[in-house]
């Protein structure tokens, strides 16, 4: 499950040291090093946007990335908080031809 995150948090430091706002296309997830860049799908509504890692988190039991308002935007679960979603890295992404265009467009 991916949530989005923000509010309090926009204008404090995550945890590689960046400002955290609005605007930029990034999350949290507790195992992926900062910086690593992955592909992120919406599996109800097939939204993908690329994602790029530099925080920690979430700390919520059950979820597996936290986003920011920008990405929950373009994924589109920004109202709703919270939504399923696949996670693939650059390995697994190009075994997924499907996906293979938009990694190269982005």
Request: with cysteine; proline share 4%; glycine share 10%.
């Amino acid at each position: 499950v991916a949530s989005y995150y923000g509010g309090k948090d926009y204008g404090n430091p995550t945890a590689n040291g960046e400002i955290f706002t609005r605007g930029t296309m990034t999350a949290a997830h507790k195992r992926l090093p900062f910086n690593t860049t992955v592909l992120l799908v919406n599996e109800k509504n097939g939204r993908s946007a690329l994602v790029r890692i530099n925080d920690d988190g979430p700390n919520v039991p059950g979820r597996i990335i936290d986003v920011n308002e920008c990405v929950a935007r373009k994924l589109g679960f920004f109202k709703a908080g919270l939504t399923e979603v696949t996670i693939y890295t650059k390995r697994k992404f190009q075994a997924n031809k499907k996906y293979r265009k938009k990694w190269k467009k982005d």
